[in-house]
DNA sequence: CCGGCTGGTTCGCCATGCCGAACACATGGC
DNA sequence: GCCATGTGTTCGGCATGGCGAACCAGCCGG
């Protein structure tokens, strides 16, 4: 492998292990502490100056608590395409059961799932993810309106949407113990969460 | 981390190599060659008792022509729940508002989000998915009775729960009105479908 | 002022990852 | 038979990854 290779694979490193170390509101000693490595083991990683062996990085992704790969692959370059479903339900061989195809897609991003839970208050306003950061909602519980910050919808159990998740958007519980299930897809290296 | 986790993960990096270089037809000579490292490196990290660097994984993953997060991370394949109490929220800056990470992953896999709605009745079946299949669910409403077809769990509204989807499974709504969300991901090119 | 804690960087030391060489074995051609 | 080429494993040597220590800076309290 050319030289230049393991160059931008270090730089890559180095630059994912601070983002998410900084995602994750730690320092340099604390995460070193929390993982059971020297400070300067973590310091001099995120120099870019490192070759790290496979368990130390490993070390490192599990204290953070995420995907490995995450911290090695570098984002994929050029353009991204993501079909769009139509929304047909698929034919059962019985009335009891009904499976309605909401979305699906094949890429090489990031997806998170969460459950998010929310009680009525301000609405929630997120800052706008990383560029072509997508999200779907199928809300779980409550009366919820979210979206775009400037044409949010109104949303009730067992509906979905799905927005860009790359501009200002919100979160808002009309009603108590509101929840709903996020499918968050952003690109690969770049940090996720619905904030 | 403890060191079994790291000999865990030697193991599996050493199969993984293996295994991957077999499927590509070479030998360990080849390979060794083909990457422009020694071959007794390769000997040696095969046998399980190398901690290699990033940079030479990186190497034989590229030349392999193959994601890195193949020769490092096993996808969890066994079936795993978080039941709505036992959900870690993560911390926000403001108390109304609790998301919660169930899944994170990033694959080339095809994805498809569902909506299953379901009444009581006899346990739907469902046919074993293509090798890789894997199922991920969140319980919108009623108590439902799925997972692997020899030992399926009960769930609630909010529960969260993950199973291989290429082994029998089944779906059996316990209660009237149920319904739930299903994020189920399969091989590119494989059909999809809850069925 | 001091001491204790935090933050991060740099340095020299030692264990180990990766190297090439040696070795054993197998196969094919002459 | 010999020779050339291939296979994989083991070994000793060297460069480097990770270590702890030293250093510097900042903050807080006595």
Chains 1, 2 share one sequence.
Do not use: C
Request: glycine letters at 8%; aromatic letters at 6%.
């Amino acid at each position: 492998m050319a030289e230049q290779d393991h160059h931008a694979l270090r730089a890559h490193i180095a630059a994912a292990v601070r983002a998410e170390r900084q995602q994750a509101g730690l320092s340099i000693s604390e995460l070193a502490r929390r993982v059971g490595i020297a400070k300067s083991t973590v310091s001099q990683l995120e120099s870019g100056q490192a070759n790290p062996s496979v368990e130390t990085l490993w070390s490192i992704a599990s204290t953070l608590g995420i995907p490995f790969a995450r911290l090695v692959e570098a984002p994929p370059r050029g353009p991204r395409i993501i079909r769009a479903a139509d929304r047909t339900p698929v034919p059962s061989a019985e009335s009891d059961y009904l499976a309605t195809l909401l979305h699906t897609g094949r890429s090489s991003a990031q997806r998170d799932l969460y459950v998010v839970s929310l009680e009525p208050g301000e609405p929630r306003s997120a800052a706008p993810h990383p560029p072509g950061s997508v999200e779907h909602v199928v809300i779980g519980s409550g009366r919820i309106r979210l979206g775009p910050e400037d044409a949010p919808f109104i949303l009730e159990p067992g509906d979905y949407a799905t927005f860009a998740g790359d501009v200002p958007h919100t979160y808002e519980a009309l009603t108590a113990g509101a929840w709903f299930a996020l499918l968050m897809e952003h690109p690969a290296g770049t940090p996720g969460g619905p904030r």
